[in-house]
């Protein structure tokens, strides 16, 4: 683990913020969250096996239209739906950018040139490698 990766965890868990993984009965859930309160930066949602996840971010960037999807060197584009301060965009699991993504822990999303940033830490990624592992068909 390099210094700054390091950095970043340490300063993500000062903050409060996690990544949790809610797979009971329901849909699968992987939120970037501080427990216990309103406050979410992403939310990966699926039917259990369905290979589709929707991506949903929240923030000031929040806007419809066309997005970009890139993670690594992979990239796709899907529309962005938005409600208030949250962006939603459904992704395959089987596709390139997803499986990017379960490797990287980056997805960056751009819509009208706005770009929100998703980064699971490298001590979350085996939540992130379990919620792909549910929701592939």
Known sequence: MTFLTLAAVVV???AGWTWTLYDGAGPVVL???????PRLRA???CTPGSGVTRVDLFG???GPGM???VSGTASATG????????RSIALRTDHPVFGQFVLTGALDVAVAGRHQTVSVEPGHLAKLRRFAELCSG
């Open 12 to 14: 993500a868990l000062q």
């Open 31 to 37: 939120a970037n969250e501080i427990p216990d309160s």
């Open 43 to 45: 939310v990966l949602e």
């Open 60 to 62: 000031p960037n929040a």
């Open 67 to 69: 997005a970009t999807i």
């Open 79 to 86: 529309q962005s739906d938005a409600r208030g301060p949250q």
